[in-house]
């Protein structure tokens, strides 16, 4: 039988070049719940034996039954030397299970969550708790009980109030306590009446160890605005602080979570509605039957780690680090009950890298093994045994069992009953196995179960009774598997062509007579009940395949050795080490004393007293199913130094959410468990998680970002489609030019396509071009003269075209000038034959009776004869080129003709044949272009009519370049029914061009200019708007990008009008908010009014009528002038009546006032009433003014008649500085007294004296 | 396969120096020749016994005895060499066998034009079905050797991507009955200037 072995590396990749051919043998020994062992031998010569390292992975296969089959696997643990002739290689090592022995389940624990009744009043309660008014006192009505809400009967209800009965808060209903011995993850609520009010929501809190705290959750029972307004559930994940509590009167002390209806205000008080409460159940942890892919779902991710059948029993475990291969054993060994009897479950290595979980199934291999030469008993296939060996062992027998968990629990609160043959004590806490104590007698073990245990240490009865059961279940099996001594045989047979595999059963028929005695007596046959195949040797040779040895057993379990013995010590001793027992636990909070910075990693201020530390909660501070690294914080022993951190618990609070500065989150460790995820959301999955392990970030809903690169390829696969609602295009996309697009509509526009077949509904083919240049106007174009054959791309070929008609001897193409031509061809039709059972790939396309397609992995087999046609299919390829010219002969011009070379030489086929009278398009040389109209591009010709220009550049096969379109312009800016017309260089931000139709008139990086005939200009652009006159000097700037004009450094937003190197112009500044006016101002009319003055100068106002209201200067409707507020008077005014005064006459102050009605201008001082001094409209002047008579002259008076003095009065000239008193009789002068003079008159005696000699006045 | 004979040397020492060349072969492998009047046929083997006496008087010539190890694999006739342009998937190559036994250890090239193949598929109808997955970068060409069990792409190995399809049932990669045979290659990626290329011997017993 020829077989190969494949290398593999631990991820299944084959390695080398080939598999190894030359193994001359090839053993297999799987083993029933466990781990097998395998081997080969090759060749040391062989080339391919380089690829044998160790851990690597050998797997053979070989053609069984026409079929390649997978006849197991190892990993490569051992390679010795075999030195001979020829030197050969043995392999060996365990089989492929054993790398389930390479990853832990951690603390899994094995349980499911279900609904749970809370009619047991030892394990839960339901309560209604109403406050009522005593006179002015809240009283809480004890009357809590609502039994017919959670009595298991659907049909019987209680009835809620929606409203408080508390007078002054009817806005909220009463609390409605649901309490269990568990944590639990949801609540059902059935009701058959419902809440009817608007604009109700649900509160729930729980109690989270020193009070009630909010419980965030999703109401199933909401229906608009109305919670409780439907029968449904209420979820919410499990407070990490969760605590204990006796929450009311006789309510007892349980998880509780308490919800209320609150009402939204506007709150309708008046409301008295009520809904009937038929049952309450909660969501909490019970055994699971699901434990097999809880398990493998630590597996390998090359191994199938889901989709397992559920066990036959259910399961309640929780393991401490056991590898995925231990923990499968330990569910094996949990045993159960069936029916009343002890039962076990197996599994075996399946398929590739997967498990097959037998459950009880032990089917028999129909074969029976018989000594060669025996009489044949009974019936089935023989297989001879060559050899035998039995061991009997009752050392490990143990006939009664007192056992406890791994927290101590025992199996008093076990809800089990002793199964057939098995007693059990409830009081002496033991079981034993009947037949095994009547046949060995007592055994007694005290055994202590380490993967047993109460998951939620603070549950008083729902886990301690499922741990007892779990204990009880545990202890059955053991005694079943040890409770009578048991034999194991080792068999080697003559190789049987029949692969037998663990788990099945077999006859055994073996005598031995030595001296009449009868030394070997086995006969499963007679006995009826045949041995369990615990370990079948697989061996293949060239030979062929079969079964060598067995090794079986009377009891479906392993011979235990020294080495299964220590091993389960050391598992059971390490459990043992990492248990909390199911003691009261502490939590630890706040400043709890100590004076210590940190204990093992926890914060000063959760740091006990010392001696003081009990335990910590694992649940309060880690959930066990969420321990981040691994490593079980709250057990202090557990955690290596380099293993500490500081727990961290964060509450939705914002003054507690985590903050990092400048920092990043490392998460060293194991790859696999180093994740970063959001709580796992109602979908099932997490709405973020950052899965190191697996290299992937996953994101619930969306993803926004400008950009994803990827330093390798970029690979979508969804699991269903690639959706999007914009087109897909390059940058540089314009249609039917240059890059590609393709949209959500379905249109695509590629530069080239290949399809194997093309079906089209429709098929518009472009063949303007071939249409004598009608609708592309290149530089030239001819007809080919004869058949063209497309060389290979790079080689040379004959074109023969046509003159022009009327210009004999014109060569139509210049040399070196590119050439296009296009094949246009039909492929001929044909048809090949299937005959009966032929089987036709998946995947191919079979053309019969109209089109059959192949589905994707489906295979079509042929019953009768299928004939498949194929063929009309239309190519259109181009075959690119230079030509040199040849020679003409009769008006036929020949042209050397080189095709380009790689993708440029177009897709026309080596050989292919482009037909006379084709036409051959000249596109002349690099830089040329073409004008091009069209009226059917895209789809339903949505991207046309239009004309435009292209060039080309280097090639034109992929360096077009559109300079101008003028039409539908849809396709270069992917605005529907946009017309107009388009000139550039490109259409990105950085490009160059011109855009006008009817959405924009933009210019793209363009200036606009406008210029007269005589130098004058305006130019626009993304700068601004400038403009010169004449003579160069600039007139204006409007600007919006810094610019130097005119020698001005302008900004953003300035303005300039006029030549700044003339220095005649306005500046507005926008940076400084300042204008600049160097020039005259002129203001012509209209005039502006003072309210047309905004934000008028400090000081200066205009009042209509009235008092001004501060200090400054005013302009009123009768006055101008200087207002002080302090004295509330002006202290200048000019009056419309031409009265006008400067000053104030007050005390201290003097004033001049002119009044044209009067004509006297008059000086005041310190507030008297009548003037010192004025100037009358006769052009007197009168000083010392002593009547308010405007008649009587002042004292003196000055007019054109000359000086008057009154009575009394002196008049003094002369010289010098002296002075002197005129009063009384004593004279005193001006002035040096040799030089002054006074003059005293007397008015009455007519006399005058002169320096004191009088001079009588004689009358006339 | 036992050889036996006598070489006749014109001089002692020529006969010598034959017989030190033809010891020089203990233990190698090499191709074993076979000849009629028509062709020259050869197998794969390796030398595990060179014999020889002289006679006394008789230094010009001595028997010899030769005995080789054959590996598997008929005798090897004429070099057939089938080429082919890969522009449709599948493209049937015909192979004629003119020998009289199956062969088993033809090569298959595949070399890529115009863009990566990602697939190769090569199929014989009801008998092989094998499919190599990868990367084979424009210009490159993926070698198997049949004979060998060996994938390579230049020099590198590349049986990562192997896989047997469900319609292999032939512990060979490709077996060639004598006649016709037609050797479907499939290709996933590439252009239709990809080529193909298989070699083998006529298959003699």
Redesign the interface.
Known sequence: M???I?IEAGDG???????I?TATNWEHTPRLDAAGTFSFTMPASDPKAALLQHKRVARCR??VG???TDLGAGIIDEISVNVGDPTMLDVSGPDIMQELATRTVGRLAICEQGWRSLNDPARSMLGWFRNSLSGDNIVPNEDIAIPLSHDGNADTYESIYLQSELDGFPTHGAWLYVGHDARFDRIRLTFSQYNTNDDCILQCQYYNGSGWSTLNHTDGTRVGTRTWAQSGEITFNRPANWARYTAAYGAGNWFWVRMRVQRVPPANPSSTSYVRLNEVEVYADIPTTNGVNLIMNHAPTTWTRSGYPQTVTEKYLEFDGETVLAALIALCEQGGQSSNEAIREHFRLGTGRAIEWLGTTQPSSGLRAQRGGDATEGGGELCIIESLTERRDSSEAVTRIYPTSADGITLALTTRSAPTGYTFSRGGNYLQHNAGAGALGIIEAWMRFSDVSTQQADSRTEHPTMASNALFDRVVEYLRTHGEAQRFYDLSVVQFPKLLRPGETIDVVYHDYVDGYHAVDIDTVALGTPLHILAPTIRITPEGVGTIALEVATIDRPAQSDASVLANTVRDVQRMSGTVSNVTTQIISGDVGGDADTVDGFHASNTPNPNTLLALNANAQWPLSTIPDGYDHTKLSNVLPDQHHNPVSLSASAQYLLSLNDQQIDMPGVAASRVLASPIGSSGTPQFRADVGLNSLTLGTKLTTPLIDSAAALMLSPTTRTQTDRAIASDDYISRLTGWQITPYGAADFRFG?F?ELHAQSFIADLEQALAGGQIICKSVAPLAADFIAPAPGGDGDLYVHEFPGFGGFRVFVDDDLIRLRQFYRESPGSMTYTED??I?AN?FVYHAGVVSVADGV?LTVEGELVADYGNSLYITDCWGTVAYHSTTDGVQRYTFTRSGG?RAGQA?TGAVIKAESLALDYGISGNGYYEVNAIDGPMAENSPYAQVVTWSDHPADGLSLRTRMGNLRGVFGTADEFGLYAGDGVSASSRYLRISNEAVEMRNLPLLMLGNSGARVEAHSGGLFGLDNSGAGAFALVTNPVSWQGQALDAGDVMIGSATAGQYIHWDASETRLTVAGDILIQNPVIDWNDVLNKPAGAARLGTGTPSSTGLWLTATRLGYWNASVNDWQAVIQSDGVTRFGRNVSGSTAMTWDPSTGRLRFFGGGASLPRMELRADGALHIGIHSSDPSVDGRVFLNQDGISFQDGRSAFWGAGTGSTTLSGSTDTYWGDPQHSHRVSLSVSGRRMRIDGVWCIAIPE | VTVEGVWVADTPAALQAKLHSLRALLGKRARLWRADDTEQQWRIARCLEVRSQKEPGSQGHAEIGLRFQLFPGPWNGAARTVNATL????KTLTCNNAGNVRVDNAVVTVTAA?SAITQVRV?V??VS?IRWNGNLAVGQTLTL?CG?????IGST??????E?L??????EWLRLQPGNNSVLIYRTGG???STAQITFNDGWA
């Open positions: 020829e077989f190969w494949d990749n084959k390695l080398g070049s080939g598999p051919t070989a053609i026409g079929t390649v290949y194997d032929t089987t790939p191919e295979t993708d086929p | 522009d449709a998937s599948p115009g199929r109808a009801n079905d050797d060998a069990r060996t994938a390579r190995d590349a049986y990562a991507g192997w047997y469900s319609g292999h049932v032939v512990p252009s239709s200037a």
